[in-house]
């Protein structure tokens, strides 16, 4: 009885049995299919990457002789790359160019999950932890979770109802994807521990070897490069005096651009990358923004400009993105932009305009 309330209050409101429902849901909807894909978003982080390997891992177990294979649009990020090695997962990872049934795992948008030349299956579920979710709409079984931290732990409770245990590799990288996404547990929610404490009663040298994978990579020089162009770049703005809005543009590495603006003091930072024709937005947002204005703000900047622009493109109260199919006039960004913070009653003021206009319309 104790350990079955507990479990209950890492869960939240939602509770465990809602969750066992979800579980079995997938189960049964799985077993429908014969060839599985599993597809993530593109450019894939630790958390996309271990939780698309723990939910192949589960259909596996359970499902006699299913076909699966991954999909990772545009590849997985550097961290996830160093992670997949370091354990030696990038040799069998099978690509899947067709199947019955794709499980889209941690995306939260068509535009994240584009992938030329895979040929998609009409029927499609979701798993993902995001603030807003434009997929979980036609699925045919939706579980969107997005009071907790991470996809990876969504996972590993999973695991844990259906009484399966990963072996040390795939629970190491599980973990990653736990601190990925919680910057090293400093956003942790409740069913964040309840997870880890599953993984690590599996494997208790696992969280040591996944913390040493996260805070051991190395930036290579394109990155270094990319990072202090987009801090050359950038313009600053107040928001009623009270926040900094940071905004640049730039060709690559935007994540690691808008960690760093982040970092060193921007309350809510905005990378631009207009290639090949489409235009891309990369939102994040401090938690002392989201806390004082209880407001997911990246999420709710994205979700304004998609339906002003149109486009896809979805996220979580700290990071969001936006795809557009066309190069958008920058100037229109920016008005967009001041009209989303008036709506929140914050007057935008320029501090310091910087070059990113220019360098966007270039």
């Not at 939780?51 to 192949?56: M, R």
């Not at 270094?224 to 905004?247: C, H, P, Q, W």
Request: hydrophobic content about 40%; some cysteine.
């Amino acid at each position: 009885m104790f350990w079955s309330r507990l479990r209950m209050n890492y869960l939240g409101d939602m509770g465990v049995k809602e969750l066992t429902r979800l579980t079995r849901r997938l189960v049964d909807t799985l077993r429908n299919y014969s060839s599985i894909c599993f597809c993530t978003h593109r450019d894939a982080d630790p958390d996309a990457v271990a939780s698309v390997l723990g939910a192949k891992f589960i259909a596996e177990s359970l499902i006699n002789n299913v076909k699966t294979g991954v999909i990772f649009p545009e590849g997985v990020n550097r961290v996830a790359t160093k992670v997949l090695k370091s354990l030696g997962f990038e040799k069998n990872l099978t690509t899947a160019t067709s199947c019955d049934l794709i499980v889209y795992v941690d995306a939260s948008s068509k535009s994240q999950v584009f992938a030329p030349g895979v040929e998609s299956a009409r029927d499609y579920v979701v798993i993902d932890h995001h603030e807003t979710n434009e997929l979980a709409e036609n699925a045919s079984l939706s579980i969107h979770l997005k009071d907790m931290a991470s996809t990876s732990e969504i996972i590993a409770l999973m695991l844990e109802i259906l009484s399966l245990r990963p072996d040390t590799r795939l629970a190491t990288l599980l973990i990653t994807g736990i601190l990925y996404d919680t910057k090293n547990l400093r956003l942790a929610k409740p069913s964040t521990f309840r997870a880890l404490y599953y993984l690590t009663e599996l494997c208790s040298e696992c969280f040591n070897e996944a913390l040493s994978l996260m805070t051991g990579t190395e930036v290579d020089r394109s990155e270094k490069i990319a990072v202090l162009k987009g801090i050359s770049r950038t313009g600053l703005y107040e928001l009623n005096k009270d926040f900094i809005l940071a905004l640049t543009c730039v060709g690559a590495h935007e994540a690691s651009v808008l960690k760093t603006l982040i970092a060193s003091g921007a309350d809510v930072a905005i990378a631009i990358s207009l290639r090949s024709g489409e235009t891309r937005v990369y939102v994040r947002a401090s938690q002392k923004i989201i806390d004082v204005l209880k407001s997911p703000i990246a999420s709710d900047l994205v979700t304004y400009m998609v339906r002003e622009l149109g486009g896809s493109g979805g996220g979580h109260e700290g990071a969001a993105g936006l795809l557009l199919n066309y190069e958008v006039d920058v100037n229109e960004l920016l008005r967009l932009i001041k009209q989303f913070f008036a709506r929140l009653g914050m007057r935008v003021s320029v501090l310091e305009e910087g070059r990113w206009i220019d360098k966007c319309s270039g």
